[in-house]
């Protein structure tokens, strides 16, 4: 099972419009949680991070949200544009000294932004 | 410099053909990462080169293999792949710093495998 889940699956919003996307995650012991923008065919380029000790981090017209108690995650866009179509992913990082299995990557929103 | 970059951008290849996909970072960093990703799916881990130490997922093929010729170099060559290995393939870099790590990711290179 998924330790990193992602709503919805995938979003249509008319341009102008805001939106939110959440991510629930149940790994632990956790370190930072963060989300990435990714466009079609091209490498995923983070938006913010956040620590367990961070509530809110703002990048432009992006916020994420964390609650560490319920282990959930939000990113909010806001006046979103065309620009903004892209699969948005959530990807938490576990406290481990292995390289491997560090970082755990939910499946993505897909968000399509039309006029 | 906070970027990793990896060529090529595109590749077709067919399935008895050897190649080698490029990746390259000048921040320094001394962990590495390739990663496979199909459409609409998250990325999987393939390899991590980790303070000149290579960690393998034991369930990728053979027919991939890493080399890392110097800290800032990543490579991985290709022999003799099937067409359900079509992806695109994420070279990525890390430091942690102050207890954070961050990776940084390349643009990818989308292969297809005819």
């Known amino acids: 099972k998924n330790q990193v889940e992602q709503s919805p699956q995938s979003l249509i919003i008319l341009e102008g419009k805001n939106c939110t996307l959440q991510c629930n995650y149940t790994v632990s012991p956790f370190s930072n949680l963060r989300w990435y923008k990714q466009d079609t065919g091209r490498g995923p380029v983070s938006l913010t991070i956040?620590?367990?000790?961070?509530n809110t981090k703002s990048n432009g017209r992006y916020t994420a949200t964390l609650d560490a108690d319920t282990k959930q995650s939000s990113l909010h866009i806001t006046a979103s544009q065309l620009s903004d179509s892209a699969s948005y992913i959530c990807?938490?990082?576990?406290?481990?000294?292995?390289?491997?299995?560090?970082?755990?990557f939910g499946a993505g929103t897909q968000v399509v932004v039309t006029p | 410099d906070t970027e990793v970059t990896q060529t090529p951008k595109h590749l077709v290849m067919g399935m008895t053909n050897k190649k080698s996909l490029k990746c390259e970072q000048h921040m320094g960093h001394r962990a590495m990462y390739w990663y496979k990703q199909k459409a609409k799916k998250p990325p999987e881990l393939m390899f991590v080169?980790?303070?000149?130490?290579?960690?393998i997922n034991e369930s990728v093929p053979s027919r991939f293999s890493p080399e890392c010729p110097n800290s800032s170099l990543l490579n991985l060559h290709l022999h003799a792949l099937q067409p359900e290995d079509s992806a695109l393939y994420l070279c990525?870099?890390?430091?942690?710093?102050?207890?954070?790590?961050?990776?940084?990711f390349g643009p990818g290179t989308r292969l297809l495998v005819l």
């Open positions: 990807v938490v990082s576990v406290v481990t000294t292995d390289s491997w299995g560090k970082l755990q």
């Open positions: 956040m620590t367990f000790s961070e």
């Open positions: 080169y980790s303070y000149e130490k290579l960690s």
């Open positions: 990525a870099s890390s430091q942690e710093t102050g207890g954070v790590e961050t990776q940084y």
